[in-house]
Nanobody, 117 residues
């Protein structure tokens, strides 16, 4: 079964950068689509970015041009490079892995990102 662990969150000033990592266990990581979601207090969970088993990526309009999703299949890790951070980016960020065989989504526990103004 796939297990995901996010890391790299923290407190940063507006305009700063963070890189989130999501380490995945499981032998089928390389064929799973991966993504990042975020959820601010009192808000619904919002899709941020996704990447296929290859290198095709998609981004939410709210972060397009500032965030970059990437993956290193050899390390079973997906990343979210976040630049030019804004206070509205403050949220718990969750990693998700989608199994193409079962169509089941696996979720990490989340990592807190706080951007101060």
């Amino acid at each position: 079964q796939v297990q995901l662990v996010e890391s790299g969150g923290g407190l940063v000033q507006a305009g700063g950068s963070l890189r989130l990592s999501c380490a995945a266990s499981g032998s089928i990581f390389s064929i799973n689509a991966m993504g990042w979601y975020r959820q601010a207090p009192g808000k619904q969970r919002e899709w941020v970015a996704s990447i296929t088993s290859g290198v095709s990526t998609n981004y939410a309009d709210s972060i397009k041009g500032r965030f970059t999703i990437s993956r290193d299949n050899a390390k079973n890790t997906v990343y979210l490079q976040m630049n030019s951070l804004k206070p509205e980016d403050t949220a718990v960020y969750y990693c998700v892995s989608s199994d193409p065989l079962t169509e089941y989504d696996y979720w990490g526990q989340g990592t807190q990102v706080t951007v101060s103004s």
